[in-house]
């Protein structure tokens, strides 16, 4: 059938740029090509098994009806709990709302916030999604450019020039996807002085990988007294606790966004899963030291990922503070031909990699910037260094 068959709005979507590069990955090992994938944000870790008993525990207690929209009570106060003892943030059950993933709540946050029009400031390199899950809302992504050299992070005075009077919402993410940038909390403060200025934009605070910091303290917009009523604070457990297909994320947020997202989610997909809820419970209850072993992993295997990078001439990488990807400026490729291809994008860099070394990495073309590829170092060591010296002997 003809895509004229289709809405607008699907047929100008672009497929998700991660997804898209796991699904060429798998393809290509269907072929019995060996590929290392590092395009992916998934940790390589199993879940952990006091949250498997959990969930096995729940299958025995027959848990399988439909659950409230907005999530079971029980988990709604381990959220609440959970806050409040990693954040300092003090919200009651009306702010909270559990969906299918934190995709789901930024989707839902778009369409409960948005009308046709309303300018979204998007700090570049922004996860993937962002601007996408605005558009579909009708909504404008503002990019404001950052740079390696300050760590990929926006400045006060850029987020002053880019406010308008059309600027409905600013979105961010700390620790970053892809750069693993952290907002520092005098950095985040200086942000907030600018936005105090224009008490109407809401500010969405993406903390998915909150736990997956290797600096120290964590710091929340929403904990400025000025920004709490302000700000929605999104996080999830498929990061930090290993659990990227149990499809559970949360917002904290002012009552009356929560209750929009609530009644969106009501009419789009219902309750999270049952099972899955009564396990994330155990793991927002249990001490964050219990996942410790999986981040000092990733500590290790960052450490690793730069040093080898670090041989490759014409790689620049800054040292991310969090997440578990490297997010190199490979610009100076540009206009070279590498293995017969002619090289002048980072997509066509990307495309290299996977083609002739047989590594799948992610284009930053896809988190708006244009000069950088996103490498995820959720792989083991022996991956790491295996894929890394393809690299190099490819674009030796």
């Known amino acids: 059938m003809s895509t004229t068959l289709l809405s607008d709005r699907i047929n100008n979507l672009a497929a998700s740029a991660t997804l898209a590069m796991a699904a060429k990955a798998r393809e290509l090992r269907a072929e019995g090509k060996d590929i290392i994938g590092l395009s992916l944000g998934e940790p390589d870790f199993n879940t952990p098994d006091y949250i498997k008993d959990a969930a096995i525990q729940a299958v025995n207690d027959n848990y399988n009806s439909y659950t409230p929209v907005d999530g079971y009570p029980e988990l709604k106060k381990a959220i609440i709990t959970k806050f409040k003892r990693d954040n300092g943030l003090t919200y009651d059950p009306s702010q909270i709302v559990v969906s ?65 009077p059309k600027t409905k919402m600013i979105w961010y993410s700390s620790p970053c996807n892809p750069s693993g940038s952290i907002y520092s909390k005098k950095e985040l403060r200086a942000l907030a002085d600018v936005l105090k200025k224009h008490p ?109 990078l670090a041989d ?59 000069d950088c590829i996103r490498i995820s170092y959720a792989a083991s060591t022996d991956q790491i260094k295996e894929a890394v010296l393809r690299i190099k002997n490819v674009v030796a």
């Open 100 to 164: 299918t993933g934190a995709k789901q709540a930024l989707y839902n946050i778009a369409q409960v916030c948005l009308n046709p029009g309303d300018e979204v400031i998007l700090p570049c390199p922004y996860w993937v999604s962002y601007s996408d899950i605005v558009q579909l809302a009708e909504g404008v992504p503002v990019e404001v450019a950052t740079s390696i050299h300050n760590d990929f992070k926006m400045t006060a005075e850029q987020l002053e020039a880019a406010i308008t």
């Open 200 to 308: 109407n934009i809401i500010v969405v605070s993406d903390e998915i990988y909150e736990h997956i910091n290797y600096v120290g303290d964590h710091a929340s917009m929403a904990q400025f007294e000025d920004m709490f009523d302000r700000t929605v604070t999104v996080n999830g457990v498929a990061k930090a606790f290993a659990m990227t297909g149990w499809r559970i994320g949360y917002i904290g947020a002012p009552t009356y966004i929560a209750r929009a997202c609530n009644k969106i989610q009501g009419q789009v997909t219902s309750g999270a899963n049952c099972i899955a809820q009564r396990a994330v419970i155990t793991a927002l209850e249990s001490p964050v030291s219990k996942i410790q072993y999986m981040v000092d992993e990733f500590k290790n295997r960052r450490t690793l990922i730069l040093q080898l």
């Open 312 to 370: 490759i001439p014409g790689f620049e990488c800054n040292e991310p503070e969090g997440a578990f990807y490297v997010f190199p400026n490979i610009s100076s490729f540009f206009g070279k031909t590498i293995e017969g291809k002619l090289i002048n994008t980072a997509s066509d860099f990307s495309m290299l990699l996977l083609e002739k070394a047989n590594v799948a990495t992610v284009t930053g073309d896809a988190f708006g910037n244009g």
